[in-house]
C-alpha cells in the first residue's frame, strides 16, 4: 500500500528554524525592530515576525542563545518556542500578561473613574481652594503610581524605541499620558505659570486611557488566544505516553523517551502516539485529523500508521518509523507555524506603512498644539494639549499592524482543520485571486489506481504472453499504469522476467531489454518513435478509448504483439468539486499525457470547460504558462513527477497529498486527502481570508484617517466639539478588539461537503 504521507514532510529544509516568543512589541513598529535585530544577526537567512501571536520565525545557522540576546539588545524579551510543553508554557505566559492586563485596568480605573464622575457632578475641589491644592497633590502623586503601575511598560517601551532613535505606540500612549500628568502638575505647584483659563487638571484623562487601553489590550490578547487554537489543538493530538514493547513486556513511557525501530501497542479507543508501520494485527483508523477524512480507514500489516490518529477498534503492534520533530503531526505542526509567520504581499504594504505611521503622527500632534496655541480661542493652552494628546491616543497603530497576521493566522489555521497545508501567506493570497483551474487526469480526477479490463494480442501472442510482457518492463516503473499491470500478472500468477537497460520516457512510455529483444510499451507516439509497424491495433485502440479505457502498446524485438488496456475510475466526488469550482466563477480544464479519446471520456464525466490531452510533461507547463500570458490566474492541480514542472510554473501550485514527493515539494498548497474538493476548499478559504484582511485594512485605515482629524479639531469651527482622550483611549483600543473578532470569523467557514 502506498505511503500515507509523502516522505518530503521529513525533508522540508536542511536549514535550521527556530521559533522564539517575543514579548513587549506593542505595535507594527516594533515588528520591524524585532525582525531588523534578528536579520543583523550572523547566520541568519530569514526573518518573520508575527504581531498577532507574538512570535518570530527565524531561518539559519544562528543558535536560539544569540537569537534571544538579539532581541534582548533591541529592548524586547523573548524566549525559544517547541514542542507540547513549550505550547503550554506559552499558553500559561500569555494568561498570566492577560490577568496582568486586567489588574493593571482595574487600579486605573480606581482612580479614573471616580474623578471623571466627580468632575462631572462637581463634587471635586477647586484648584485655587485651602484644602483643594492638597488634594490635587495627592490626586497627582496617585496619578504617578498608576502611570508607573499601569503604565510603566509603556513608558519603558518609549525609552527603548528613543534609544534606537525610532517611535512605537509606546511613544504615543507614553507622550499622551506624560504630558496629561506634567501639565496637571504644572498647574497645582506653578498656577502662576499657566493661564487662569487653562488651569484644569488632567489626572483623570491619564489613569482612564491607561485604564481602557489596558482593558483593550487583555480583551485583544484573549481574543487573539482563540485564532492561535489550531496550533495547541494540533499538538494536543499526540498523546502524552505510549505502550512499548521491551524485553517481552508492555510498559508505559513517556512519548518523548519512544526510540526508533520500537514496537508500540495500541489499544482500541486510543492514540497512536508516534508515525510507524503496523507487524501485527489489524485496524480501523479514524485519520480526520490528517486527511479531513471523517470515515475510518481500515489499516493491515506493513500499512502506516501516523501518530496523532485515533485507533478506533481492533489492537495491534507497529514499528516505529518517525519520532519526535520528524513525525507527521510534528512537520504539520511546522507547517502550519511557517505559512501562520510568513506574509503576502498585502501584510509587506501594511509594514511599509507602518514604518512611517507613528513618526507622521508625531509631527501631526506637534502641529496641532501649535495651531491651537496659536490660533484658537482660550484657554488656548488647554486647547492646544487636549488636541495633541488625543491625536497621540487615537492614532496607535495596533489595529493596522493586527490587520493581516490575524488574518492569516485563522485562514491557514481553518485550511489545516480540513487536511489543506498552506505553505506560506502568498500563496494564501495568490489562490483567492485564481480565475483558472487546470486539472491533471491520473491520480487527480481519477482515483489514480487503474485496473486491467482488457487483452488484445496479435497473431503469434496470447493474452498471458502480452500481460506477462508487459508487466516485465511495467516492474521497474512507479507509475500508476504500471501497477495495475504488474497487479492483473501477478493475479494470474505469471512469471514476471527481469529486465536490464530499463529507460521511462515521460508522456510516452518504458522501454527494457529482456534476452537480447528491445520491449517497448507506452502510446502511439512511443511506437512511432520507433518505428514500429502497429498493424490493425489502433482501430481498437480507438474503440477501447472512447470506453474511456487507457491503451497501451506493446513491441517486442521491433513488431508489434498487442495492446493492455487499463481503466482508472473517476473519484467518486471529482465531479461534483468540478462543479463547485465553476459555481464560484472558475475555469476548470484538464491537462493529460493520456491520448485524446479516453480523455475526453473522463472530461465528459466530470464535465470540465476544456481538456487538452497528449501533452508531455514540459507542454503541461508550457500549457500554464499560456494561460497566464493570456491573462488568467492559473491553478494547477496534479500528483506525479511529470506534475511537477507545471505546479512550479503555476500561480498557485496544489499537490495531491498521496500523490509523489517531488509534486508536493513543488506545490504551494498540500492536500493530505485526495479529493478534488481539497482545492475547492482551499480556494474558498483563501478568498475568505482575503477578504477580511482588506475589511480589517479598510477598519483600520478609515478609523485612523477619520480619527486623526476629528481628534485634531476639524470638527470644532463647525459644531464646537472636540474629541475627549479618554474617548479617543477608549476607541483605539476597541478598534484593535474589533480586528481580532472579525477575523475569527473566519473559524465559522464549513466546507459544504462537512454538512
Not at 490577568?99 to 485655587?128: I, Y
Not at 498656577?191 to 483593550?216: D, K, N
Request: glycine fraction near 10%; proline fraction near 4%; hydrophobic fraction near 45%.
Amino acid at each position: 500500500m502506498p505511503s500515507i504521507i509523502p516522505d518530503c514532510l521529513f525533508t522540508m529544509s536542511d536549514r535550521s528554524v527556530i521559533h522564539l516568543s517575543v514579548s513587549g512589541m506593542s505595535c507594527a513598529g516594533c515588528v520591524s525592530s524585532v525582525e531588523e535585530a534578528l536579520g543583523s544577526v550572523a547566520g541568519v537567512d530569514q526573518v518573520s515576525v508575527n504581531f498577532a501571536e507574538h512570535t518570530a520565525q527565524v531561518t539559519g545557522e544562528a543558535t536560539a542563545t544569540v537569537l534571544i540576546q538579539a532581541v534582548a539588545d533591541a529592548g524586547y524579551e523573548a524566549a525559544e518556542l517547541g514542542g507540547v510543553q513549550a505550547e503550554e508554557e506559552q499558553e500559561a505566559t500569555e494568561f498570566t500578561l492577560y490577568r496582568n492586563l486586567l489588574r493593571k485596568a482595574a487600579v486605573a480605573a480606581s482612580l479614573g473613574l471616580p474623578l471623571m464622575v466627580g468632575g462631572w457632578f462637581g463634587w471635586l475641589p477647586e484648584l485655587q481652594a485651602g484644602e483643594g491644592g492638597w488634594f490635587w497633590l495627592m490626586t497627582g502623586i496617585l496619578t504617578l503610581g498608576v502611570l508607573i503601575y499601569s503604565g510603566g511598560h509603556f513608558f519603558t517601551g518609549a525609552w527603548r524605541s528613543l534609544l534606537r532613535h525610532k517611535a512605537s505606540m509606546d511613544t504615543l500612549i507614553a507622550l499622551g499620558t506624560g504630558s496629561a500628568w506634567l501639565f496637571s502638575m504644572t498647574v497645582v505647584l506653578f498656577p502662576q505659570s499657566v493661564p487662569v483659563l487653562s488651569r484644569h487638571a488632567y489626572f483623570e484623562a491619564a489613569a482612564v486611557i491607561l485604564a481602557l487601553i489596558s482593558l483593550g489590550g487583555a480583551l485583544e490578547m484573549r481574543a487573539r488566544g482563540r485564532t492561535s487554537a489550531t496550533i495547541r489543538r494540533l499538538v494536543g493530538l499526540q498523546p502524552k505516553t505510549a505502550r512499548v514493547v521491551r524485553d517481552g513486556r508492555e510498559v508505559d513511557i513517556p512519548v518523548g523517551e519512544v526510540g526508533l525501530d520500537e514496537t508500540v501497542r495500541v489499544r482500541p479507543g486510543e492514540k497512536i502516539p508516534v508515525d510507524g508501520t503496523i507487524v501485527e494485527g489489524q485496524s480501523s483508523i479514524d485519520e480526520s485529523m490528517l486527511t479531513g477524512e471523517p470515515i475510518p480507514v481500515a489499516r493491515y500489516v506493513g500499512d502506516e500508521v501516523v501518530g496523532g490518529t485515533i485507533n478506533r477498534s481492533g489492537s495491534f503492534l507497529f514499528r516505529t518509523r518517525h519520532i519526535g520533530k520528524d513525525t507527521v503531526l510534528a512537520r504539520i505542526i511546522e507547517m502550519v507555524r511557517q505559512a501562520q509567520n510568513s506574509k503576502p504581499a498585502i501584510g509587506r504594504l501594511v509594514d511599509r506603512v507602518s514604518a512611517v505611521f507613528v513618526p507622521s503622527v508625531l509631527v501631526i500632534s506637534v502641529l496641532t498644539f501649535l495651531a491651537w496655541f496659536n490660533f484658537g480661542p482660550d484657554p488656548r493652552v488647554s486647547y492646544a494639549l487636549v488636541t495633541a494628546i488625543t491625536v497621540l491616543v487615537i492614532a496607535c497603530p495596533c489595529a493596522l499592524g493586527l490587520a493581516t497576521p490575524i488574518s492569516i493566522m485563522v485562514g491557514v489555521g481553518k485550511a489545516a482543520e480540513y487536511g489543506i497545508l498552506i505553505r506560506n501567506g502568498e500563496a494564501l493570497q495568490r489562490a483567492g485571486q485564481l480565475t483558472m483551474v487546470v486539472l491533471d487526469k491520473t491520480g487527480t480526477v481519477t482515483e489514480g489506481h487503474p485496473l486491467v479490463t482488457k487483452i488484445v494480442a496479435l497473431p503469434g501472442w496470447d493474452e498471458s504472453g502480452v500481460l506477462r510482457m508487459a508487466a516485465s518492463v511495467e516492474a521497474g516503473s512507479e507509475h500508476p499504469l504500471a501497477e495495475a499491470v504488474v497487479n492483473a500478472a501477478n493475479k494470474r500468477n505469471l512469471e514476471i522476467p527481469a529486465v536490464s537497460d530499463f529507460q521511462a520516457r515521460p508522456g510516452s512510455g518504458v522501454l527494457a531489454n529482456l534476452d537480447g529483444r528491445q520491449i517497448l510499451f507506452g502510446n502511439r507516439r512511443l511506437m512511432e518513435d520507433y518505428g514500429i509497424d502497429l498493424q490493425g491495433l489502433p482501430e481498437q485502440a480507438t474503440r477501447l478509448a472512447a470506453e474511456a479505457h487507457t491503451p497501451m502498446y506493446l513491441a517486442v524485438g521491433g513488431e508489434a504483439a498487442g495492446i493492455v488496456a487499463v481503466s482508472d475510475p473517476v473519484k467518486a466526488d471529482s465531479g461534483a468539486a468540478v462543479r463547485r469550482m465553476q459555481e464560484s466563477g472558475l475555469k476548470v480544464m484538464m491537462v493529460t499525457g493520456d491520448d485524446e479519446l479516453t480523455a475526453r471520456a473522463v472530461a465528459a464525466e466530470v464535465a470540465v470547460d476544456e481538456v487538452f490531452a497528449g501533452v508531455m510533461p514540459a507542454g503541461k507547463a508550457d500549457k500554464i504558462a499560456e494561460l497566464q500570458q493570456r491573462g488568467w490566474v492559473v491553478a494547477m492541480v496534479g500528483d506525479g513527477i511529470n506534475d511537477a514542472p507545471a505546479l512550479a510554473r503555476a500561480d498557485v501550485g496544489f499537490a495531491i497529498g498521496t500523490g509523489t514527493d517531488v509534486a508536493i515539494e513543488s506545490a504551494d498548497v498540500a492536500l493530505m486527502g485526495d479529493s478534488l474538493d481539497g482545492v475547492a476548499d482551499a480556494i474558498a478559504i483563501s478568498r475568505a481570508t482575503v477578504r477580511n484582511i482588506w475589511q480589517n485594512l479598510f477598519g483600520a485605515f478609515i478609523y485612523n484617517s477619520l480619527g486623526i482629524p476629528v481628534a485634531a479639531g476639524v470638527l470644532y469651527p463647525l459644531t464646537g466639539v472636540l474629541l475627549n482622550p479618554m474617548i479617543a483611549g477608549a476607541a483605539m483600543a476597541l478598534s484593535s478588539v474589533t480586528v481580532v473578532s472579525n477575523a475569527n470569523r473566519l473559524r465559522s467557514y464549513r466546507s459544504p461537503e462537512s454538512g
